[in-house]
């Protein structure tokens, strides 16, 4: 599992947080979280599987909003500006 998180520099959240910062009114469930981060989720119209990147700090499984955000973007198939 890649970790692009920065923990110095990223807000750092638990997993059971993630629901409270998902936009939209149907909130994901703790186990669509966890296959987020060991399964991923395939981006529509492609072969592609994205995972929500996380970080284990002191023995808890962690994300943080802009590993959301980028797992968001690239989910749906967002490409950011240039």
């Known amino acids: ?13 638990g997993l059971f947080d ?11 469930s703790k186990a669509t979280i ?6 991923g989720l ?7 599987v994205v995972k929500l990147e996380s970080v284990k700090l002191c023995g808890i499984r962690c994300t943080s909003l802009e590993a959301l955000s980028r797992f968001l ?4 198939n967002h490409q950011p500006d240039k």
Do not use: C, L
């Open 1 to 13: 599992m890649t970790n692009k998180i920065d923990v110095d520099a990223e807000t750092i959240i």
């Open 18 to 28: 993630v629901p409270q910062h998902y936009p939209g009114p149907r909130k994901p």
């Open 34 to 39: 966890f296959r987020w981060i060991y399964q």
């Open 42 to 48: 395939k981006v529509p119209g492609t072969d592609d």
């Open 73 to 76: 973007s690239k989910s749906n």
